[in-house]
């Protein structure tokens, strides 16, 4: 799991692994290890320096949350990949800034 300390994780590839490794226990219905995951990634998204990328986090960790509550689940799992993709563009804008 990443570590996310004010300044410290723009840009950190670890995040988006973890995001991605959320979604993964999405996929495989594994509700438990998913939910704790989403939970951990989003406290500590609100130590981040850049409030648009927390809010992004944020919002993909729904995303991932939703995935086991949809009833069409290859748009969920749709979705939260979109969602993860905004958070890594908005990352990768923010260290070439």
Sequence with gaps: MAVM?????QGDPCLID?????LDMARTGDAARET???DRIRDLSYDMELR????????ACGAIDAVL????RAA????AEHEIDKVQDMLLRASAA
């Design 36 to 38: 704790e995951m989403t």
């Design 5 to 9: 300390m004010r300044g410290g994780m």
């Design 18 to 22: 973890d995001l991605h490794a959320a």
């Design 69 to 72: 509550r949809c009833s069409d």
């Design 76 to 79: 969920g799992l749709s979705f």
């Design 52 to 59: 648009q990328a927390g809010y992004l986090v944020r919002s």
